[in-house]
């Protein structure tokens, strides 16, 4: 595909069938994921690449023990209702054939180590090290794109965090930054149009 086709193409894919992913095309994901921009060239980090249906099934119960867990103490109905309805979106990985985890290892900032040895500035905190992990998983996205495999960017399963991490035994400093479930979609997305009017949300000086 053109490069914009595959921008366009791009679209969040919750529902998979059961054909498997090559070994090729994973590794083509990964080796695109590797060239991202990153602060320092550091490359901070590192792809869990989950086949096992038993880990999917493990990860899958930390997250719902999670969601199970909260709701047993909201007092409130609505909120019940609210969660109940949302924590949907925070499981469906399970149901993909592969799961990419996403480690986000330390990154040493060294305008930050500047600005508070000379300048006093200990409120400064450097995004770049989660920025590049960003870039990363996007090229990951756009290559799944071109290849015809659908994916998703989820980050809410990571309100069972420290479950997720034991399961797929991440250790401090290093932690999970997201779960990619990778797979065929059971229905072919409709690609998404450039907007004709830029102006809502850009400035121009």
Sequence with gaps: MEFFDVVKSRRSVRKFSSGDVSGEDI??????????????????????????KNVREALHKAVTDKI???????????????????????TFFSGAPVVIAVVAKPYDSTTARILKTYDGNVS????AGIQGVAAAIENMLLTAAALGLGACWMTGPLIAK????????????????????????????IPNEFPESIENITTEL
């Excluded at 047993?72 to 979106?89: D, I």
């Excluded at 991440?170 to 065929?184: D, R, S």
């Design 124 to 127: 400064y905190s450097s995004s």
């Design 68 to 90: 199970d867990g909260l709701l047993s103490v909201m007092g409130s109905k609505k909120a019940k209702e609210e969660f109940g309805a949302y924590s949907r979106y925070f």
């Design 162 to 189: 420290d479950g997720l991490e034991k399961v797929l035994g991440i250790k401090a400093p290093n932690e999970l930054a997201a779960l990619i479930p990778l797979g065929y979609p059971v229905k072919e997305p």
């Design 27 to 52: 590794k083509k994901m990964i080796q695109a994921a590797d060239i991202a921009p990153s602060g320092s060239n550091r490359k901070n980090w590192h792809f869990i690449i989950v086949r096992s």
